[in-house]
């Protein structure tokens, strides 16, 4: 992707209203909606950099829907970023990898003309916090489905990935990137911490058509699909040719992939049957972007936008990348 010139420094709050003129039929109502994830994302991004000097990290004593073990920061994200998104009620509903159920905003005859919902990932890459590394944050937004005069239900939060209206991620990296799609492309825009401001600093990112950076936990190859272990040892029989990357954050092995051109694989295995990661707070945000960058994102047969999902915590085997990587991996599945 080009680097945005000096010249022509475009704010994330420019670059929302400029795209906002394009429709003039807008109410501003999603602008708001990015503006609180905004908002929020500054505040974990704050948080995160600060994690090392204060008595913050470690293990809580709780555990989240799935049973895994929460670090408070992910409990802090979690908290920071529904309070940003109700606080100005301008969504119906949210539904957090870390909570069991779907948060309903608010009555909608309080607010009739609210009909966003958001799902978020708001800490991921969680076992990394201790350690100091690059962590995420993932988040997806639809349209309600149900009447606006009631309040909102599972069926909202249960659309496929192809009804998403926008989606994006936050990285927490050596800078704070905040990047999204809403179906026109992919936009990146770093934070400068010191005035608080996300510039456009990634326009249009597409990913190089080629690639040949892997990114996959291969200590569990024991027990992979075999169409998975013949395509890694394929892979390693081209000497030289491909390498891997892993940083077990999946928004930084993602976004790595993104520039550089790579692929990303979660396949089934004994420990995650279905594969660890979330259909609903992970794939289907990023399988959004990965496409709109020109990349392809599927689970072992099928384009993962198009799984219609059937809880809000669902797993499903994840693989997405550029377009050449997904068509040799397809040959294998
Ligand atoms: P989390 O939501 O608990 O943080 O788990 C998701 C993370 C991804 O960011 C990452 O790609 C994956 O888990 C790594 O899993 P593993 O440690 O099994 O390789
Ligand atoms: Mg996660």
Redesign the pocket.
Same mark, same amino acid.
Request: glycine residues 14%.
């Given at each position: 992707c080009n680097i945005q010139s000096k010249q022509s420094m475009h704010t994330l709050g420019e670059f929302l209203i400029a795209s906002q003129q394009k429709h003039p039929a807008s109410t501003g109502e999603f602008s708001k909606v990015i503006h609180a994830l905004r908002l929020a994302a500054k505040v974990v991004s704050h948080k995160v950099n600060k994690a090392g000097l204060i008595d913050i990290i470690g293990a809580n004593g709780v555990t989240n829907a799935q049973g895994?073990s929460q670090q408070k920061l992910d409990v802090y994200a979690h908290e920071t970023f529904i309070g940003s998104l109700t606080n100005r009620k301008i969504v119906c509903g949210i539904a957090s990898?870390e909570a069991d159920d779907f948060i309903e905003v608010h009555n909608s005859t309080e607010n009739p003309e609210s009909k966003y919902i958001v799902l978020i990932?708001p800490?991921? !890459? *969680?076992?990394n916090i201790d350690v100091n590394v690059s962590l995420?944050t993932i988040f997806s937004i639809y349209k309600r489905i149900s009447p606006s005069t009631g309040p909102v239900t599972q069926e909202d939060f249960l659309q496929k990935g192809t009804e998403q209206v926008a989606a994006g991620y936050i990285l927490y990296g050596t800078s704070t990137l905040f990047v999204y799609t809403t179906g026109n492309g992919v936009n990146g825009f770093t934070l400068n911490p010191a005035i608080g401001t996300f510039y456009l600093s990634h326009p249009d990112i597409t990913l190089p058509p080629k690639g040949h950076i892997y990114s996959i936990?291969e200590a569990?190859f024991a027990t992979f699909p075999e169409s998975i272990k013949d395509f890694l040892k394929n892979r390693k029989a081209e000497d030289q040719k491909y390498t891997t990357r892993?940083i !077990? *954050?999946?928004?930084s092995?993602i976004h790595r992939n993104m520039l550089k051109g790579g692929l990303y694989l979660?396949p089934p295995n004994q420990k995650s049957p279905q594969g660890?990661?979330r259909l609903l707070y992970?794939c289907n945000p990023i399988a959004f972007i990965v496409e709109q960058a020109g990349g392809e994102a599927i689970s072992m047969d099928q384009r993962i936008m198009e799984i219609d999902p059937n809880t809000l915590h669902q797993r499903v085997p994840f693989f997405c990348g550029n377009k050449e990587m997904v068509a040799i991996l397809k040959s294998y599945l």
């Open positions: 895994e990898e990932d800490l991921d !890459g *969680s076992s995420g936990n569990n892993y !077990g *954050s999946m928004v092995d979660y660890k990661l992970e």
